[in-house]
Each structure stands twice: as structure tokens, then as C-alpha cells.
């Protein structure tokens, strides 16, 4: 029982930090119909920047300053990926008018701050220590880490806050009637190439966040985030890019499918049954098992 409660409880956490990515390619997928597929390594971007302000990378020391500050750092590096992202890679190709220009070059941009980040940090692997301590919390026999719980607290947060957003605030609503129609959107008096951007920025910073709340388990690097980036895609495709419920649900499914796997089968193959659940989503209903069909107008 408690084995089985422990596969519930990492698994769990792992996929709301999952769901929590995904949201990012929803915003941007609801205004544009683009999806930043350079989102990985931002999230990689956020792990740097707050280890870089929160540890002595020489000695593996922390700085001294309180959490916050590397809190505030990451913040303000998403809305700068943000923006460059949009800036450089993507309305350069919606001008354009492309259907696919946009995927190389958010492509490409994922991979130029992959190789700044190389070149001037540094291409190891370093640990972050967690500002909440290593000791796990023992729930009915199952452990779960403070960051743990920390990450679960902040992402569902999120997860929840940007529904409320988009759902009960004016810019909110100005997103979904730009997912809704562009054009309808413009003659309203909505700045629809305001909105994208938006979209973006704030895309970004939901991914250096999560870089920084994952950072304490999966070590710092320049590699963190091409796993977590991917998986994130995944579940935004299990689930369906439009869905924010399909997306916690695709996110949770994930998660606990690899560490079903990983216990009773292998570690080796704990991504397995996410890319064959990926593969027969697709198979079957391509917009995702909370997606709504786009129809075509010709």
C-alpha cells in the first residue's frame, strides 16, 4: 500500500510540473497558433539564473541573499525570453504568413540560448540546494520533499491563477477572443498583436519558474530542460493544446505512467507509455482527449 501510495505521490508531482510547461504552449497556442518550442531551454534559462543568484557555483556555497532575489531574477529573465522570443523568432514569421517558419525558428532560438548559456556559464552539472531543507515529509509511510510540495503548491497556483485570468479578467478575455477569431478580435478594437506578445512573455515565465522549482531535483544544466520541454509537448498533445482541465489530467497521466513503469518494469523504458498513449491519442482523437475539433472553413 504504501508503495503504491508513493508511485501516486511522485508521479503526481512530477506531472503537475508537466501541466505546469504545457500551459506555457497553450498561451501561446490560444493567441498566435504557434507553440514556442524553444520552452525547454528557457526552462533551463530559469534553473541557471536563479542557481547563478542563489549559490557560489565555484564552491557550491549560497550567496546570502534571501530567496527572493533569485525569485525576482527569474521573473524578470521569462518576460525577457519572452519578448526576445516573440521579437526575433516569431513575428518575423506570422508577417510572413508561414505555417511553419515559426517552428524552425523558435527551434533555432531554443537552441542559441542553449549554446550562450554553454559558452558563458559553464556546461556542467551543479546542485541546488533546496531553501526548504532535504529531509522528506513521511505521509502515511510515502515520502514527499518540501520542494516537492513546494512546487506542487506554486504550479497548481498557476495553473489555477492563469484560468482565472484568461476566464475573469479584461486582458484574459482579450486572449480568448483572439484564440477565438483574430479578425472579429481586431474590428473590436482589440491589439491583437499586443496580446501575442503578451502571450509569450508570460509564456516564458511560467517555464523559468518551473525551472527554478524543479532545479533542486533534477540537478542545473544546460540539458535540464530538452526532457522536461518535450514531455511538456506531450501532454499538451495527450491532452489537447486548448484544454487547461485536459492538460492537469495529461500531465498526471504522464507522470504516473512513468513511475508505474519505472517500479515494475524499468527505468530504462518509464517513458514508454507516454510516447504509445501520445502515438493512439493521435491515432484517435488528434486534438487531444479534452480538445475541441477545429473545422475548417474553405
Known amino acids: ?137 513521511r505521509i502515511f509511510g510515502a515520502g514527499i520533499y518540501p520542494q516537492e510540495i513546494l512546487a506542487v503548491v506554486v504550479a497548481t497556483a498557476m495553473v489555477f491563477g492563469i484560468e482565472a485570468f484568461k476566464r475573469y479578467t479584461i486582458y484574459g478575455k482579450a486572449i480568448q477572443a483572439v484564440s477565438e477569431d483574430k479578425e472579429t478580435a481586431s474590428l473590436m478594437g482589440i491589439p491583437q498583436q499586443q496580446v501575442v506578445k503578451v502571450s509569450f512573455m508570460l509564456s516564458a515565465t511560467i517555464a523559468t519558474v518551473g525551472g527554478l522549482l524543479v532545479a533542486p531535483w533534477t540537478f542545473v544544466s544546460a540539458t535540464m530542460g530538452t526532457s522536461l520541454g518535450t514531455k511538456a509537448y506531450v501532454v499538451a498533445i495527450i491532452g489537447g493544446l486548448e484544454s487547461g482541465f485536459g492538460l492537469v489530467v495529461g500531465g498526471l497521466i504522464l507522470g504516473i505512467s512513468e513511475f508505474v513503469t519505472a517500479r515494475y518494469i524499468s527505468s530504462g523504458y518509464k517513458e514508454l507509455p507516454g510516447f504509445i498513449i501520445l502515438i493512439l491519442v493521435i491515432l484517435i482523437k488528434p486534438s487531444g482527449l479534452f480538445g475541441k475539433k477545429t473545422i475548417k472553413k474553405v
Open 1 to 137: 500500500m504504501t508503495e503504491i501510495l508513493q508511485i501516486l505521490v511522485s508521479g503526481c508531482v512530477q506531472g503537475v510540473i508537466y501541466a505546469l510547461i504545457a500551459f506555457g504552449y497553450n498561451l501561446t497556442f490560444s493567441t498566435s497558433k504557434t507553440i514556442n518550442f524553444s520552452l525547454g531551454n528557457v526552462l533551463m534559462l530559469g534553473g541557471v539564473v536563479g542557481f547563478s543568484l542563489y549559490v557560489d557555483r565555484a564552491t557550491g556555497q549560497l550567496l546570502g541573499y534571501p530567496y527572493l532575489v533569485p525569485i525576482i531574477g527569474v521573473l524578470v529573465a521569462g518576460v525577457i525570453a519572452g519578448w526576445v522570443v516573440h521579437k526575433f523568432a516569431v513575428e518575423p514569421s506570422l508577417k510572413l504568413k508561414s505555417e511553419y517558419t515559426w517552428v524552425l525558428a523558435t527551434l533555432a532560438m531554443g537552441i542559441i540560448i542553449k549554446n550562450a548559456v554553454e559558452q558563458i556559464w559553464s556546461t556542467g552539472d551543479y546542485r541546488f540546494p533546496s531553501p526548504l531543507g532535504d529531509d522528506p515529509i
